[in-house]
C-alpha cells in the first residue's frame, strides 16, 4: 500500500548502503504504472497502519480537507473498504503526480516531500530496519510537528490534530535512543549540507516550510520529543 500512495510515482529508484538510507540511486521513469487494490486484501494489517504515515504526509502538505476525510475513514481504512482506499490511494497519487510534473528531479518543490523523512531516514536505519519505513515516517512527522509547535510556528490546535491522529496508529514504541547516533545519521542524509540539516516543517495544514537548523538545536529537540513520547504521549 505504501508503494501504491507513494514510491511507486515519480521515478525515484535509490539503495541503502552502510552510510545511510537510499544513498545510491537515480530517477527512472516507468512507462507506466499499475495499481490494483485487490492485493491490499492479502496483507497484513499492520502494512495498512504503515502506509497511512505517507498518506497522513500528503494531506498535512497540502490539503486539510484530505487530512478531515482521513481522519474520519480511519476504520473504513483499515477494514479495506475499496471505495475508501481508492479514494485515498488516486487523491494520493494526484498530489504526488501534480509536485513530479513541476520539479521532476527534487531541485525545488518535491523537497516537500521529504517532511518527515529526515528524521524517519535516522530512525529507520539507527533500528536496523526494524522500525519499517512508514513506521519511522509517522515519527518524522511527529517530530517535525513537535518541533513545528515548540518553534511556536504551529498552532496547538493543529499539534493535537496531528499527535491524536497517530494514537490511532500502531506504532512501536521507541526504545532508548542514542541522539548523536541519529544526527550523524542524519548529518550523512542527501538533505543535508554543512551548515546544517533541512528540515520541512509545518506552519498550517497545507503551510510547509523548510528550515535548516544547527546540531545543537537538533539534539535539544530531539531528547524533548523523546521525552514528550516517552512520558506523555505513549502512556495508557
Known amino acids: 500500500m505504501l508503494s501504491m500512495v507513494?514510491?511507486?510515482?515519480?521515478?525515484?529508484?535509490?539503495?541503502?548502503?552502510?552510510?545511510?538510507?537510499?544513498?545510491?540511486?537515480?530517477?527512472?521513469?516507468?512507462?507506466?504504472?499499475i495499481i490494483d487494490p485487490d492485493f491490499l486484501e492479502t496483507i497484513a494489517g499492520k502494512e495498512i497502519f504503515s502506509a497511512m504515515s505517507e498518506v497522513v504526509k500528503y494531506s498535512i502538505l497540502f490539503d486539510k480537507f484530505f487530512f478531515s476525510y482521513l481522519n474520519k475513514n480511519l476504520e473504513k481504512i483499515i477494514e479495506r473498504d475499496q471505495?475508501?482506499?481508492?479514494?485515498?490511494?488516486?487523491?494520493?497519487?494526484?498530489?504526488?503526480?501534480?509536485?513530479?510534473?513541476?520539479?521532476?528531479?527534487?531541485?525545488?518543490?518535491?523537497?516537500?516531500?521529504?517532511f518527515g523523512h529526515t528524521f524517519g531516514h535516522a530512525l529507520e536505519f539507527n533500528s536496523n530496519l526494524e522500525i519499517d519505513h512508514g513506521q519511522s515516517v509517522a515519527y518524522g512527522i511527529l517530530f517535525a510537528t513537535f518541533y513545528s509547535f515548540n518553534e511556536k510556528k504551529l498552532s496547538k490546535k493543529n499539534f493535537d490534530k496531528i499527535f491524536?491522529?497517530?494514537?490511532?496508529?500502531?506504532?512501536?514504541?521507541?526504545?532508548?535512543?542514542?541522539?548523536?547516533?541519529l544526527l550523524?545519521?542524519?548529518?550523512?542524509d542527501k538533505?543535508?549540507?554543512?551548515?546544517?540539516?533541512?528540515?520541512?516543517?509545518?506552519?498550517?495544514?497545507?503551510?510547509?516550510?523548510?528550515?535548516?537548523?544547527?546540531?545543537?538545536?537538533?539534539?535539544?529537540?530531539?531528547?524533548?520529543?523523546y521525552e514528550h513520547i516517552s512520558y506523555k504521549w505513549t502512556k495508557p
Open 6 to 33: 507513494d514510491s511507486s510515482i515519480g521515478g525515484k529508484t535509490a539503495i541503502n548502503t552502510s552510510r545511510g538510507k537510499n544513498m545510491v540511486g537515480s530517477f527512472f521513469q516507468p512507462k507506466g504504472v
Open 83 to 114: 471505495k475508501t482506499l481508492m479514494k485515498i490511494i488516486s487523491k494520493c497519487c494526484e498530489l504526488k503526480a501534480n509536485i513530479v510534473s513541476i520539479d521532476e528531479f527534487d531541485n525545488g518543490k518535491r523537497k516537500l516531500l521529504n
Open 191 to 225: 538533505k543535508s549540507d554543512n551548515d546544517g540539516i533541512n528540515f520541512v516543517l509545518i506552519k498550517d495544514m497545507g503551510q510547509p516550510y523548510i528550515e535548516k537548523i544547527n546540531d545543537e538545536k537538533i539534539i535539544k529537540y530531539l531528547e524533548d520529543f
Open 164 to 181: 491524536n491522529f497517530f494514537k490511532k496508529i500502531h506504532l512501536p514504541k521507541l526504545k532508548k535512543l542514542k541522539f548523536s547516533s
Open 184 to 188: 550523524s545519521l542524519m548529518k550523512n
